[in-house]
C-alpha cells in the first residue's frame, strides 16, 4: 500500500448502505480522489480523530488491494 497525502474535503454516506465516499483533495497532484469506505467505522474515526470538524483536516491514507480506504493518519498543519 502506498500511503497518500491530502485534505478532506467532503464525506458522503448511507447508513442504510453502509457504504460511504471520502472525497479527498490529494497533494501535490490537486486532484479530488473519492476514496470508498465503511460508512459507521468510518464516521467513528474520524469523529474520534478530529470532532465535529472533519472537512478542510489533512490527512495521510491509504486504500487497501480494492481500492477502499484501508486507514488514515490525521498530519499536523
Same mark, same amino acid.
Given at each position: 500500500?502506498?500511503?497518500? =497525502?491530502?485534505? &478532506?474535503?467532503? #464525506?458522503?454516506? *448511507?447508513? *442504510? *448502505?453502509? @457504504? %460511504?465516499? @471520502? %472525497? &479527498? =483533495? ?5 486532484? &479530488?480522489?473519492?476514496? $470508498?469506505?465503511? +460508512?459507521? $467505522?468510518?464516521?467513528? %474515526? @474520524?469523529? !474520534?480523530?478530529?470532532? !465535529?470538524?472533519? &472537512?478542510?483536516?489533512?490527512?495521510? #491514507?491509504?486504500? !487497501?488491494?480494492?481500492?477502499? @480506504? %484501508? +486507514? #488514515? ?5
Amino acid at each position: 500500500m502506498t500511503a497518500r =497525502s491530502g485534505q &478532506i474535503v467532503g #464525506f458522503y454516506g *448511507s447508513m *442504510s *448502505s453502509g @457504504l %460511504a465516499t @471520502l %472525497a &479527498i =483533495s490529494v497533494e501535490p497532484q490537486g486532484y &479530488i480522489a473519492h476514496v $470508498p469506505c465503511e +460508512n459507521a $467505522p468510518t464516521v467513528r %474515526a @474520524l469523529r !474520534d480523530a478530529f470532532g !465535529d470538524k472533519v &472537512i478542510g483536516q489533512e490527512i495521510e #491514507f491509504e486504500l !487497501d488491494t480494492l481500492g477502499v @480506504l %484501508a +486507514n #488514515f493518519t490525521p498530519q499536523e498543519v
